[in-house]
């Protein structure tokens, strides 16, 4: 189990959705393509998305023709992926309450389970499992995380900056081993990570509001007006034309199910 997932990780995201929808970066075309392509997937095929937040990821598979049933225990982050629509002509994602450890679907019902952004906030052991279960014997899980790219000055400076609050290390820390997790697991093989770059543009608004999309960041009080005059301020040392740019690396980590008979009691619970 991870540490983070201990810490309320569906209900720390309330209040929060409209800033994360608004604020939070995509993830590269490229990324999206390797997906489809290594998980042959298409319009016959099933995405579930777990921990799926307000539909970012999931609109980007639905946008490629990939039917997506998007997983999300947060209301709030829930309702905001619901109320996105996409063109008539792509399949709009469903959307459902459930966890990444305990999704509600039948066994191998899936031909791929992404986890987005999300997968240091679940029980590592118990979600593996739990993918294990719901995937078809040659689907894929796939696990993804745009992560700054601190040789880039400005990102650097924002990392720093929001490495001054007191819960961020942990949560950088985590997020950045987790994906090593399924890489190591026995329920999967034919593993790999491949890397991708990604930025983002903002002006000071998009800056702040990327800031506090974040569940670690002070949301209100004193403290939460200090950390808006720093971001401000660094904003100002680095604009060009009013505009900054984050820099990120993206991981996308993919396996297969392991047809492995021993491991029944879990893949088949």
């Known amino acids: 189990m991870s540490r983070l997932s201990k810490g309320n990780p569906s209900g720390r995201f309330t209040g929060l959705a409209d800033l994360y929808a608004q604020c939070r970066p995509s993830y590269p075309q490229a990324a999206v393509r390797l997906i489809i392509d290594r998980c042959r997937l298409g319009e016959r095929s099933l995405m579930v998305d777990v921990g799926c937040g307000t539909g970012i990821s999931s609109r980007l598979f639905a946008l490629s023709g990939v039917p997506v049933l998007g997983i999300e225990p947060n209301q709030d982050m829930r309702r905001a992926a619901e109320a996105e629509s996409v063109p008539e002509s792509f399949p709009a994602p469903v959307y459902r309450e459930g966890t990444a450890e305990a999704t509600g679907l039948p066994p191998h019902s899936a031909d791929?389970?992404?986890?987005?952004?999300?997968?240091?906030?679940?029980?590592?052991?118990?979600?593996?499992?739990?993918?294990?279960?719901?995937?078809?014997?040659?689907?894929?899980?796939?696990?993804?995380?745009?992560?700054?790219?601190?040789?880039?000055?400005?990102?650097?400076?924002?990392?720093?900056?929001?490495?001054?609050?007191?819960?961020?290390?942990?949560?950088?820390?985590?997020?950045?081993?987790?994906?090593?997790?399924?890489?190591?697991?026995?329920?999967?093989?034919?593993?790999?990570?491949?890397?991708?770059?990604?930025?983002?543009?903002?002006?000071?608004?998009?800056?702040l509001g990327r800031a506090f999309s974040a569940s670690y960041v002070p949301h209100e009080g004193v403290a939460a007006e200090a950390f808006a005059e720093e971001l401000e301020a660094l904003f100002s040392r680095y604009e060009k034309e009013g505009r900054v740019t984050l820099s990120y690396e993206t991981s996308v980590y993919l396996g297969q199910p392991s047809p492995v008979a021993s491991l029944g009691s879990s893949s088949d619970r």
């Open 112 to 207: 791929a389970v992404l986890a987005a952004q999300a997968f240091h906030w679940f029980d590592e052991d118990k979600s593996l499992a739990e993918f294990h279960r719901i995937l078809k014997p040659h689907g894929w899980a796939v696990l993804m995380w745009n992560e700054r790219d601190q040789s880039k000055p400005f990102t650097a400076a924002y990392g720093n900056l929001l490495r001054t609050l007191p819960d961020t290390s942990a949560v950088e820390t985590q997020r950045g081993l987790a994906g090593t997790a399924l890489l190591k697991s026995p329920l999967f093989c034919h593993c790999e990570r491949v890397l991708f770059t990604n930025e983002q543009t903002l002006d000071q608004q998009g800056l």
